[in-house]
């Protein structure tokens, strides 16, 4: 079964710098797509990016980018200038190619913002 | 603006009343997702439509239901609920088109208090 391991609970920045979120999984698949969700306190989660397994480069968003490491399973978010509204729980999620219902979350990273 | 919409956001219900929670999408999406998300965890698959396709996780409790009269709408039932079903409960959607069909979309989500 895919799993899907965020070892840090809990990650703090300063304002204006930069953090990395990790994030592992394991899967037996050479086709899937790897996703990073945030979600704010008492709000809705929503897609912070996507990446494709057979794609090589690794996905960006303005100030969210990602370092997907296919052989070593290993897929890490990178925050750049990092903002207030950047504090939020973030997930990291797996899913294959095939399955519609094949998400799978790891257990999340509290990523809190200091002014 | 296409969207994935939850009523109500909150709902009080006891220990045993039946309860039913509300998702509609303008998105136009086939698949239909529904979560519990408990305090601090990551997001559990209950059950997912596909188009009329209903999809059971194995440890869904049999106290929760489903029901898609159309493609817009789906209904998560819990038929006698305990203290433990206390939760955030997220509907989500994802089909072709958007997002290149392997991306959900997050409903604000509807946070269930059980008395």
């Known amino acids: 079964a895919q799993t899907v391991t965020q070892s840090q609970p809990e990650m703090s920045v300063q304002e204006a710098e930069t953090v990395t979120l990790s994030c592992t999984y394991d899967t037996s698949e050479s086709d899937y797509y790897l996703f990073w969700y945030k979600q704010p306190p008492s709000r809705q989660m929503i897609l912070v990016i996507r990446?494709?397994?057979?794609?090589?480069q690794n996905a960006t968003e303005n100030r969210f980018s990602v370092n997907f490491q296919k052989a070593a399973k290993s897929f890490s978010l990178k925050i750049s200038d990092s903002q207030l509204g950047d504090a939020a729980m973030y997930f990291c999620?797996?899913?294959?190619?095939?399955?519609?219902?094949?998400?799978?979350f790891g257990a999340g990273t509290r990523l809190t913002v200091k002014p | 603006d296409a969207m994935v919409i939850q009523n109500p956001r909150y709902q009080v219900t006891q220990f045993g009343k039946p309860v039913t929670l509300s998702c509609s999408q303008t998105l136009n999406h086939n698949v239909m997702y529904w979560y519990q998300q408990k305090s601090s965890q990551a997001p559990k698959l209950l059950f997912h439509?596909?188009?009329?396709?209903?999809?059971n996780e194995a440890d869904t409790p049999d106290n929760f239901q489903s029901r898609r009269p159309n493609t817009s709408f789906c209904f998560l039932d819990i038929r006698s609920p305990g203290l433990g079903d206390a939760a955030m409960y997220l509907c989500?959607?994802?089909?072709?088109?958007?997002?290149?069909?392997?991306?959900?979309?997050f409903g604000p989500g509807t946070r269930l208090l059980v008395l």
């Open positions: 999620a797996y899913r294959t190619r095939i399955m519609n219902n094949d998400m799978r």
């Open positions: 989500a959607t994802s089909g072709p088109g958007t997002g290149g069909g392997e991306t959900q979309y």
């Open positions: 990446q494709e397994a057979y794609k090589q």
């Open positions: 439509y596909y188009d009329k396709d209903f999809n």
